[in-house]
């Protein structure tokens, strides 16, 4: 999976590595559960046997034997600080665990395959059951993408207000675009400058070098509204990066 795919997943925040560790761990359990049941009720629906494997204990076995491997990935990261393995070592380690991780979840479905029963598709309630688990799972991952973001529907005032809590520099964002003769000359004077729909993560690393992250700004201005798109690193700023306007994305550089 691609690091824009993985931050993207839990986007529109702020966190140190550990919480975005942490935050995909519960991630891959949920999606992993999505896929397979949808898989399990798909290959339900269309089997022509009498008895099917429910979709639910399908889920239920898989996500627990995952969520087993997963606290034994854990439990090997916990004890790294106390137990000084060499690197080698260390990489055949972690890799065994990932594979005790996928054979814990493979026996845990075999075992959930065991459970047959007679399809009951004509049951109204069964179906409404059925249908509730994905929505369940869809909810979960609604909240792991926009956390506490109120959304691109919200008004700008609103967003940049959120960004202000959310972002310890944001400040220094908006003074920096709000400065920025290039988008002067297109939106003029700005009024707000507010995350929208796009990539909005930072990563602050104090014992390493910084922070780094995505935003993608609406840029609403008395004469016009543009997106502006800022990779950084070292502190969260916006300097180079990319503008649209009427459909129109050039480069720009602004103050940092």
């Not at 008895?51 to 034994?72: H, K, N, Q, V, Y």
């Not at 690197?87 to 991780?101: K, M, R, T």
Request: net charge neutral; charged share 10%.
């Amino acid at each position: 999976m691609s690091p824009d795919l993985f931050f993207n997943l839990v986007n529109y925040r702020e966190m140190n590595i550990p919480g975005w560790f942490w935050l995909w761990l519960i991630a891959k359990p949920v999606l992993y559960g999505l896929g397979s049941y949808i898989t399990a009720l798909v290959l339900q629906q269309t089997s022509r046997q009498e008895t099917a494997i429910e979709p639910a204990f399908l889920t239920l076995g898989g996500t627990t034997g995952l969520l087993a491997g997963i606290s034994s990935i854990i439990l090997l990261l916990s004890l790294r600080p106390s137990i000084q393995i060499p690197y080698p070592i260390n990489l055949i380690v972690f890799v065994v665990a990932v594979l005790f991780s996928i054979s814990l979840s493979f026996f845990a479905i075999r075992f959930a395959c065991q459970f047959k029963r007679y399809r009951s598709n004509s049951n109204s309630k069964v179906l409404l059951l059925r249908a509730l688990v994905p929505f369940i799972f869809t909810l979960l991952l609604i909240w792991l993408h926009y956390g506490s973001f109120p959304g691109a529907i919200a008004s700008a005032e609103t967003r940049q207000q959120w960004a202000y809590q959310e972002f310890e520099n944001y400040k220094g964002v908006v003074e920096s675009v709000s400065s920025c003769q290039f988008i002067l000359e297109r939106v003029g004077n700005v009024q707000f400058v507010a995350p929208t729909s796009g990539k909005n993560y930072v990563i602050s690393d104090p014992g390493s070098s910084g922070h780094s992250g995505k935003l993608t700004l609406e840029v609403v201005g008395e004469v016009g509204i543009g997106v502006a798109r800022f990779d950084f690193h070292i502190d969260t700023h916006a300097s180079a990066g990319q503008f649209t306007y009427q459909n129109e994305t050039e480069t720009i550089t602004c103050p940092g």
